[in-house]
T-cell receptor
């Protein structure tokens, strides 16, 4: 069975603080994909990143960075120098290679960045 | 990037009526479309997988007779909520799987359904 766990339900930080959102996953597939999405109050999902299971390189995109560790089945997301516009719900998701594209979402982490 | 639209963006209907939600891939052909439901403060739950020209595959616990899915073309899938009840009020989101080499999935902006 596939499962994604985001243990942090809500996080509140002050602007300019760094914040890390945790994501732990379970899958029996040897090939799989991991995703992070942002969902602002408007509701529309914003794609942030996709990572293939065979590519463990960490990635940085501006203030965003992702740490993928297969050994601990984790795919954590860090926002550096957070801004008020980062306030949103963030979802981690998993799709197995043989799952036909189905996404299994974590419970989501609501990030609140206060000025 | 690829664009997926949903129509309507929001709808209010009376209990017992049916509502149709459209999901279109605007600039690409989608092998597969997915329908998700999201209740307030909760995660997205996959309802069904829709493949063009074939019957939809529903997830466990989703009533196929209540949530009718039609995937008439490679760019259009529709979800009809039949005999809607207040508990069907939710945010419905579709996504389209890009029909090309590689793996990409694009989400529509969602449809907020309120059943009174």
């Amino acid at each position: 069975a596939q499962k994604v766990t985001q243990a942090q339900t809500e996080i509140s930080v002050v602007e300019k603080e760094d914040v890390t959102l945790d994501c732990v996953y379970e899958t029996r597939d040897t090939t799989y994909y991991l995703f992070w999405y942002k969902q602002p109050p408007s509701g529309e999902l914003v794609f942030l990143i996709r990572r293939n299971s065979f590519d463990e390189q960490n990635e940085i995109s501006g203030r965003y960075s992702w740490n993928f560790q297969k050994s601990t089945s984790s795919f954590n997301f860090t926002i550096t120098a957070s801004q008020v516009v980062d306030s949103a719900v963030y979802f981690c998701a998993l799709s197995g290679y043989n799952q036909g594209g189905k996404l299994i979402f974590g419970q989501g982490t609501e990030l609140s960045v206060k000025p | 990037g690829a664009v997926v639209s949903q129509h309507p963006s929001w709808v209010i209907c009376k209990s017992g009526t049916s509502v149709k939600i459209e999901c279109r891939s605007l600039d690409f052909q989608a092998t597969t479309m997915f329908w998700y439901r999201q209740f307030p403060k909760q995660s997205l739950m996959l309802m069904a997988t829709s493949n063009e020209g074939s019957k939809a595959t529903y997830e466990q616990g989703v009533e196929k007779d209540k949530f009718l899915i039609n995937h008439a073309s490679l760019t259009l899938s529709t979800l009809t909520v039949t005999s809607a009840h207040p508990e069907d009020s939710s945010f419905y989101i579709c996504s389209a799987h890009l029909r090309r080499g590689g793996y990409e999935q694009y989400f529509g902006p969602g449809t907020r359904l309120t059943v009174t």
